[in-house]
């Protein structure tokens, strides 16, 4: 899979993950489509790393999609919980 494949899987992911997760985000829409591509990145590769589960080179495969929205559920929640709610 290239890297617009990953860009491309980031955006759905961190779109995914803000249905999941809702509220508002200190960094709006581009902050969180930022979060879901960082996220898939840190999820693949965490993947690979420490779950042995290496990222297919298939778009359509459940485990790399797994791992991006995983990955884009932790940098979203750990963006909430360092920078709070700035849209009070």
Do not use: C, H
Request: proline content about 3%; charged content about 10%.
């Amino acid at each position: 899979m290239g890297i617009i494949s990953w860009i491309v899987l980031g955006l759905l992911a961190g779109a995914i993950a803000k249905f999941l997760l809702p509220g508002r985000d200190p960094g709006g829409l581009v902050g969180t489509t930022l979060i879901g591509i960082a996220g898939a990145f840190t999820g693949g590769w965490l993947s690979a790393e420490f779950f042995d589960r290496p990222v297919q080179n298939q778009f359509f495969d459940l485990a790399t999609w797994g791992a991006a929205i995983g990955g884009s559920l932790v940098l979203l929640i750990a963006y909430r919980i360092l920078f709070g709610n700035s849209r009070d």
